[in-house]
């Protein structure tokens, strides 16, 4: 049944330069059950690039199981998130979605394949881009304690010797 939601979320420009984009990725990237409410929500997602860096443009559906056992969408949310995993505010989401507007455009072949293609690199380069800066605090976390042992000992040694 998920494989059968497909969503095109298209933002249209407003001032009548005849400009569009679609921001979903028109098949799911990712599909969870709520773990409190047992909602199901599923995750269409498109990656957005700009002299700042990748963003994640991320549509969020969440279902719910009628009586009849059919399902109904019960809300639909957008989500801007940078590399890091920090929610963009209203202005640098703007910068993004005109960045978006501008660029180059789509045949719309393939686009299925390319929205998981491009998912999935920008998935690996948030990972990579994680191990990176925890293989740095781990370095600044050993520094720091060498530091203060050294620091320990020479007051030790000082006492000792005086």
């Given at each position: ?67 009849g056992g059919e399902m109904q969408v019960g809300e639909v949310s957008v989500e801007m998130e940078d590399m890091d995993g920090n929610h ?75």
């Amino acid at each position: 049944m998920i494989d059968d939601m497909v969503l095109s979320w298209i933002l249209i420009d407003p001032t009548g330069r005849r400009r569009a984009v679609n921001l979903s990725s028109h098949k799911p990237v990712a599909v969870q059950r709520h773990w409190l409410s047992g909602e199901v929500q599923v995750r269409y997602a498109s990656i957005l690039a700009a002299d700042q860096g990748h963003v994640q443009c991320g549509i969020v559906v969440t279902c719910g199981a009628t009586e009849g056992g059919e399902m109904q969408v019960g809300e639909v949310s957008v989500e801007m998130e940078d590399m890091d995993g920090n929610h963009l505010t209203g202005k640098d989401s703007l910068v993004f979605l005109h960045g978006a507007l501008e660029g180059k455009k789509g045949t719309g072949k393939n686009r299925i394949d390319e929205g998981q293609r491009r998912y999935s690199k920008y998935v690996e380069m948030k990972r990579e881009r994680r191990e990176r800066k925890l293989r740095a605090e781990s370095a600044l976390d050993m520094f720091c304690v060498a530091f203060g042992i050294s620091l320990f000992v020479g007051f030790c040694c000082f006492l000792l010797c005086r």
